[in-house]
Nanobody, 123 residues
C-alpha cells in the first residue's frame, strides 16, 4: 500500500499561485496513475486532475483547466499540482490519491488517500 503526504497549502490572495506536493512511499510509485481532488466545506469531494504513470497524459476538471498543472517526478516519488490564477472558489482541502483503475475520475476510482492540505484563497 502506498502512503501519501501532501504539503504546500496555505493562504493566498486571489490571482496568486501555490504549488502542492504529494510525496509517496514505496518503490512502485511509477506504476500508479495519480490524481488530485479537493473538498470544500459542506461539499462533496471533487476531481481536480489526474496524470498517467509516465506523466505523458493528463486530464483536468473544467473549473481548473488552463490554470492548474499536474506533474510528477517518479525519481522523487512525488506528484505536484501547480495552481495559478487562484480564485476564492478554489478554497478547499486538497488531496492526492492513487488510482485503483486504469481510468476514471470518481473518488471511488482512487485509493490510498493522503491527509490533505488546506488551500485558502482570499478575495
Amino acid at each position: 500500500q502506498v502512503h501519501l503526504v501532501e504539503s504546500g497549502g496555505g493562504l493566498v490572495q486571489a490571482g496568486g499561485s501555490l504549488r502542492l506536493s504529494c510525496a509517496a512511499s514505496g518503490r512502485t510509485f511509477s506504476s500508479y496513475r495519480m490524481g488530485w481532488f479537493r473538498q470544500a466545506p459542506g461539499k462533496e469531494r471533487e476531481f481536480v486532475a489526474t496524470i498517467s504513470q509516465s506523466g505523458g497524459s493528463t486530464f483536468y476538471a473544467d473549473p481548473v483547466k488552463g490554470r492548474f498543472t499536474i506533474s510528477r517526478d517518479n525519481a522523487k516519488n512525488t506528484v505536484y499540482l501547480q495552481m495559478n490564477s487562484l480564485k476564492p472558489e478554489d478554497t478547499a482541502v486538497y488531496y492526492c490519491a492513487v488510482a485503483r483503475r486504469p481510468w476514471g475520475i470518481d473518488p471511488a476510482d482512487f485509493a490510498s488517500w493522503g491527509q490533505g492540505t488546506q488551500v485558502t484563497v482570499s478575495s
